[in-house]
C-alpha cells in the first residue's frame, strides 16, 4: 500500500464525533420517498401509537434502531422482513435479527424498504477511504475508536423525544 493521495485528498479514519454524520433513513414504498433523522438513541418503527416511526401496514413494533455507546446503529428486526446481512455475518452486534448499519444497508418492514445513510467521515465502516486493490490488501490501522461514554450519556439525557424530520407521505407518522 502507499500513501500517495488524489489532489490534495488525505483519507482519513471513520472515527467523528457521537452521532455525527447526519445518520438517516431513506424510507420508500411505492411511489413514496422520504427521509427520516435518526436523531435520538432509540427509534421504534411501526404502526402502534408512541413509535418514533410511525407507519402503516406494519407490525405495531416492527423494527427498533439503537444508538449505542460506541457510536453504532443497530437494527433489530421485530416482526417479519429482509436484511441486506445475514445473520451470520461478522459485525459489531452479532444476531440472528440484529444488523449493525452502514451507509447502504437496507432493510424491509411490511411493503416499506429502508436505506441506511450516515455520511462517510462519520460511517465507522472502512478507514482510510476504504480498501485499495480489493480486500486483504495491508492497510494501516485506524487509532482505536474514542470513548463515547461521555457523548452517549449527554444524548441520553438531553433526548427530547421528538424526532425531528422531513414531512411525509400520507401513510407514514411521527
Known amino acids: 500500500m502507499t500513501d500517495e493521495t488524489t489532489e490534495g485528498y488525505t483519507p482519513t479514519t471513520t472515527h467523528a464525533e457521537f452521532g455525527a454524520g447526519n445518520p438517516r433513513l431513506r424510507i ?10 435518526l436523531d435520538v438513541d432509540l427509534v421504534r418503527i411501526g404502526s ?9 401496514d406494519t407490525d405495531p413494533l416492527h423494527a427498533t ?3 449505542d455507546d460506541r457510536d453504532e446503529y443497530v437494527l433489530t428486526l421485530h416482526g ?5 446481512a445475514a445473520g451470520s455475518a461478522d459485525a459489531t452486534h452479532p444476531g440472528e435479527d440484529t444488523q449493525t448499519l452502514r451507509t447502504g444497508a437496507q432493510f424491509t418492514a411490511g411493503p416499506w ?3 441506511f445513510a450516515r455520511d462517510e467521515s462519520a460511517d465507522h465502516g472502512r478507514p482510510f ?3 485499495k486493490g480489493g480486500e486483504f ?6 487509532p482505536p475508536r474514542p470513548d463515547y461514554t461521555d457523548e452517549a450519556a449527554a444524548s441520553e439525557t438531553a433526548e427530547s423525544g ?3 424530520g422531513e414531512a411525509a407521505p400520507d401513510d407514514y407518522e411521527r
Open 28 to 37: 420508500t414504498r411505492d411511489d413514496d420517498r422520504t427521509e427520516f433523522a
Open 48 to 56: 402502534a401509537e408512541g413509535n418514533e416511526l410511525r407507519i402503516a
Open 65 to 67: 434502531i439503537q444508538h
Open 80 to 84: 417479519e422482513g429482509e436484511r441486506s
Open 113 to 115: 424498504s429502508f436505506v
Open 129 to 131: 477511504g476504504g480498501r
Open 137 to 142: 490488501n495491508d492497510q494501516r490501522l485506524q
Open 162 to 164: 421528538a424526532p425531528q
